[in-house]
């Protein structure tokens, strides 16, 4: 029994038990300005099959300058950084007409800051203290869908 055919189209590459169809790779940039932080999320989101995180910003200046060099299709973005914040940053790439998806993943789960990301464009609003797991989910289903 020889491998199975290793496949590579621009997509993620894996070993596939026959010829079936992979799904495109949603890709990913982390924006957070704690290293161990974007380090536990990117083990956890590259855990979920179809998904690769392609960048990583500290704050939201470095997260809009990646988003233009690599064009990810979802954008997880912490709301207190320095330099510039999530919200300030997410309201810059509405402007600029760059439409990732984007989630916001902070510790500032109030009403009045889930509004407000809401409203500048986020698609999603989690709790990082208690909703990583709707994180993947949320990543899961993009995956499975193929929509980012």
Not at 71 to 86: E, F, N, T, W, Y
Request: aromatic share 2%.
């Amino acid at each position: 029994m020889g491998l199975a055919p290793r496949i590579s189209v621009g997509w993620r590459t894996r070993h596939s038990p026959g010829l079936m169809p992979l799904r495109p790779s949603v890709r990913v940039l982390v924006a957070d300005d704690s290293p161990r932080l974007r380090r536990l999320l990117r083990d956890a989101i590259e855990e979920v099959d179809g998904v690769e995180v392609v960048a990583e910003a500290a704050d939201g200046q470095e997260a809009l300058h990646r988003i233009r060099a690599c064009a990810p299709g979802v954008v997880v973005l912490d709301l207190q950084m320095p330099v510039m914040g999530g919200l300030l940053a997410l309201q810059h790439l509405r402007e600029a007409g760059r439409l990732p998806r984007v989630i916001v993943l902070t510790n500032h789960a109030d009403v009045m800051y889930r509004e407000a990301c809401l409203e500048a464009g986020a698609d999603h609003f989690f709790d990082k203290s208690a909703e990583l797991d709707r994180v993947l989910d949320v990543l899961r289903n993009l995956a499975e869908t193929g929509e980012a």
